[in-house]
């Protein structure tokens, strides 16, 4: 690893967001003088070993910034077009008026 024991300590401490912490923390684990082994790392951060593999491997590619990089999800498809969004809540609020008539 190419960053110092205390430059990732301050990243840490400066990190915004859970899983970046996560991250750094195992980067900063191995660091240390007698690092614990990666199952005892997975253990303390409650991931499998596989996923610490990975992140390692992301970080051996890229770097500490390629291993913060978060990407989203593209979710998936919409089951109502936006088009038709506005006339399915329409046709709920008539609805709900008829059902308060009603009672």
Known sequence: MKESVDTLAERLRQANTPTAKERL???YWL???NDPSISAIARA???HRNTLQTWLSIY???G???MLETKKSPGGVR???LRGRD???K???RAKSRIKTLW
């Open 25 to 27: 923390q195992v980067l």
């Open 60 to 62: 051996r590619d890229g």
């Open 45 to 47: 951060v409650r991931k």
């Open 64 to 66: 500490v910034e390629a």
């Open 79 to 81: 089951k109502i077009p």
């Open 31 to 33: 660091k240390q003088d």
């Open 87 to 89: 006339g399915v809540g």
């Open 91 to 93: 046709a709920i609020t």
